[in-house]
């Protein structure tokens, strides 16, 4: 039976209008979407029917009285959703019902590139959904990385520190495995974390800054940088990528090429960026007068950053809102909120999970299932 296109946008529209609305009644999503009482009570009812959608309670009933609206929400039972971050020197994982809470976690030490890339995804697929608690079937994947990524079509463009160039995981890893797979870049996939999963908040325009110190507990590939530094741009709700996809990839302009570090520190500095608090109050302030410049010329409410620097937020916040101001040439301080990571170490992870709840509900195979 051929389904009409109409028919898979408004199912697609209700059901993430529900996912976006705990607790929403039909008529409640009919007004939101402006679609007929009908057709909402249609589709909702086979959603329900196909145990995607399930009934919670009854609301209150309106002014004239009538019939207590049904309250709906996505049944999280449904399925899972893994959310991948995939780094030279390690991959960490999260499991998350449709919900968004973490059914398990995974942290792998691991040496990662082009040729062994499936293989290392497929171990922590395996890992997450075979764990001893029971999760539901597993109906899509985010992967986060490092590096220049074509969300849309799932390629790595190129990435550096994985040593990858036109590498099309996305059509890859949906042939073998036969699930969605999206693909973003890492900062891009902690934006993706703080807008899915904070829905009600109004983030609509910040920047997300993740900061990764890498030391021998977590790294393998000695010549990797030991800091790294990518940036998330959210403007009017939506992910700015750039002409080519490379928006946020950071370097310091008072870099050099002598060194691998994205910013003015010699090497051996960066080693030690960690215990030495001068070497620390350098790069912070380095990193500090570039974020203040974006926000204040940007006028952006809220800069997120997450990563290792969290473990350094008391050092590291007063030096940022000092820039902040610095940089401010008017007398009042336009105001620009300060947050770290919601989701502390597994930032990237999640964020890819939330990514792919995101383009879950707007999948089309996952739609044209429903009218089989």
């Not at 009919?30 to 399930?54: C, G, H, R």
């Not at 999280?76 to 973490?102: M, R, W, Y």
């Not at 990662?112 to 075979?130: A, G, K, R, T, V």
């Not at 790294?219 to 009017?236: A, E, K, R």
């Amino acid at each position: 039976m051929a389904v009409k296109i109409t028919k898979v946008i408004n199912t697609s529209n209700v059901l993430k209008t529900i996912w976006n609305n705990k607790g929403i009644s039909r008529i409640d999503i009919a007004k939101k979407l402006k679609l007929d009482k009908s057709t909402v009570t249609v589709i909702v009812n086979n959603l329900i029917d196909k145990n995607y959608v399930i009934e919670i309670e009854e609301g209150e009933a309106g002014p004239k009285g009538g019939r207590k609206p049904v309250k709906l929400k996505i049944n999280k039972t449904f399925g899972s959703v893994a959310g991948i971050e995939i780094h030279p020197g390690f991959c960490q994982a999260v499991l998350i019902d449709l919900e968004g809470n973490v059914i398990n976690s995974v942290f792998r030490k691991k040496t990662i590139n082009q040729e062994n890339f499936y293989s290392n995804y497929m171990e922590i697929i395996n890992d997450l959904c075979h764990s001893e608690t029971k999760s539901p079937p597993l109906i899509g994947a985010g992967i986060g990385t490092a590096g220049i990524v074509d969300s849309l079509t799932g390629t790595i463009m190129q990435s550096i520190p994985l040593n990858i160039e036109n590498f099309p995981l996305q059509s890859l890893f949906e042939e073998k495995q036969n699930i969605p797979i999206s693909v973003e870049n890492d900062a891009n996939a902690c934006c993706w974390g703080e807008m899915v999963f904070h829905k009600g908040n109004s983030l609509k325009n910040f920047l997300f800054v993740l900061v990764e110190f890498h030391d021998s507990s977590r790294l393998t590939d000695i010549s990797s940088p030991v800091i790294s530094v990518g940036i998330g741009f959210v403007f009017n709700g939506k992910l700015h990528y750039g002409q080519n996809h490379s928006a946020g990839e950071f370097r310091s302009i008072n870099g050099s090429n002598l060194n691998r570090s994205q910013f003015s520190l010699k090497d051996e500095e960066t080693f030690r960026v960690e215990e030495d608090e001068e070497v620390f109050d350098k790069f912070a302030l380095e990193l500090s007068n570039h974020l203040a410049f974006l926000v204040n010329t940007l006028n952006l409410n809220h800069i997120f950053l997450g990563g290792d620097i969290e473990k350094h937020k008391d050092r590291f916040t007063p030096i940022l809102k000092q820039s902040i101001q610095k940089n401010w040439p008017y007398k009042e301080v336009d105001k620009c909120e300060i947050h770290y990571s919601s989701f502390g170490k597994s930032a990237v992870a999640y964020g890819a999970a939330g990514m792919m709840l995101n383009r879950l509900f707007m999948n089309r195979k996952l739609i044209l299932d429903l009218y089989k």
